[in-house]
Nanobody, 127 residues
């Protein structure tokens, strides 16, 4: 299973970016998916997750209301729409996946929960 994240780049404070992650080599509709981020010198932290069905989502408190996670099973892709970006959100953003038989629960909020990872895409937010 391979995950390929894209969409990162340099953004100014307050603008929006949309990250994409294409999953290949597996059965996409059986995966719960998530986005994490890791800032320089810090641990990897949870950002958002979406259930296998797409009906359940979860967000870390600091992004709730500004970020939106979604999935397109026809395109084997998970997205993270990020609005009103802040400089402290400069980080490498990673997509992650785990196979699950549960349709309506997220896969979890800790990195250890997920089996498959993308290479990361860097988001830099300038003030």
């Amino acid at each position: 299973v391979q995950l390929q994240a894209s969409g990162g780049g340099l953004a100014q404070t307050g603008v929006s970016l949309r990250l994409s992650c294409v999953v290949s080599g597996g059965t996409f509709h059986t995966y719960a998916l998530a986005w994490f981020r890791q800032a320089p010198g810090k641990e990897r932290e949870f950002v958002a997750a979406i259930s296998r069905s797409g009906t359940t989502t979860a967000y870390t408190d600091s992004v709730r209301g500004r970020f939106s996670i979604s999935r397109d099973n026809a395109k084997n892709t998970v997205y993270l729409q990020m609005n009103s970006l802040k400089p402290e959100e400069t980080a490498v953003h990673y997509c992650a996946a785990r196979a699950t038989t549960i349709f309506d629960q997220i896969g979890g909020r800790t990195p250890q929960t997920y089996s498959y990872w993308g290479q990361g895409t860097l988001v830099t937010v300038s003030s």
